[in-house]
T-cell receptor, first 113, second 115 residues
Framework: EPEVTQTPSHQVTQMGQEVILRCVPI?????FYWYRQILGQKVEFLVS????????KSEIFDDQFSVERPDGSNFTLKIRSTKLEDSAMYFC???????????FGQGTRLTVV | ELKVEQNPLFLSMQEGKNYTIYCNYS?????LYWYRQDPGKSLESLFV?????AVKQEGRLMASLDTKARLSTLHITAAVHDLSATYFC???????????????FGRGTQLTVWP
């Protein structure tokens, strides 16, 4: 069964460093999303992406964050200068249509030290 | 912004008992999801409710949606230990033209089922 794949599963980085989280969405999907979940809290929307551009972003998604789809298969989230409060589980999701259910990857746990 | 309220946030119940988790939301929506999350794991889709009055059942779990009351319930029947997890509801606003699939999540209900 097709699934959304995220790498790495866990990343530890020093404060101020740049990180790139990678996602391979399901192959025929056109809409892509990043969410994050700070430990013990609810899942929060970061950004949606369609047709090679951002469709919507939340107030969390500030200038430190960026997304791109560099090669037609990967979908990446970059955090330029990580802060301690960026420590969270980051989930990628994709759907084939905006009205269709999105499928979530297994997540990347980011720890900023 | 759309608000999603789940209660209870913590639920400890004995095996064999029944209980209901509630999910209220603040704006018009006709699309609601229930997810299960085990510790450190991803979100497993349980139910997608697409219309008023929708009811879906899978095993010991049954979900329903009342769009007029802006309320969804997840009912647990004869709980077993394997149901221990955190359950999230997530709502997609009716005005999907502006949000393109964005989901708003509740804070989750941490369910513990004990013998």
């Amino acid at each position: 069964e097709p699934e959304v794949t995220q790498t790495p599963s866990h990343q530890v980085t020093q404060m101020g460093q740049e990180v790139i989280l990678r996602c391979v969405p399901i192959s025929n999907h056109l809409y892509f999303y990043w969410y994050r979940q700070i430990l013990g809290q609810k899942v929060e929307f970061l950004v949606s992406f369609y047709n090679n551009e951002i469709s919507e972003k939340s107030e969390i998604f500030d200038d430190q964050f960026s997304v791109e789809r560099p090669d037609g298969s990967n979908f990446t989230l970059k955090i330029r200068s990580t802060k301690l409060e960026d420590s969270a589980m980051y989930f990628c999701a994709s759907s084939w249509d905006r009205a269709a259910e999105a499928f979530f990857g297994q997540g990347t746990r980011l720890t900023v030290v | 912004e759309l608000k999603v309220e789940q209660n209870p946030l913590f639920l400890s119940m004995q095996e064999g008992k029944n209980y209901t988790i509630y999910c209220n939301y603040s704006t018009t929506s006709d699309r609601l999801y229930w997810y299960r999350q085990d510790p450190g794991k991803s979100l497993e889709s349980l139910f997608v409710l697409l219309s008023n009055g929708a009811v879906k059942q899978e095993g010991r779990l049954m979900a329903s949606l009342d769009t007029k009351a802006r309320l969804s319930t997840l009912h647990i029947t004869a709980a077993v230990h394997d149901l221990s997890a955190t359950y999230f509801c997530a709502v997609e606003p009716a005005d999907r033209g502006s949000t393109l699939g964005r989901l708003y999540f509740g804070r989750g209900t941490q369910l513990t089922v004990w013998p």
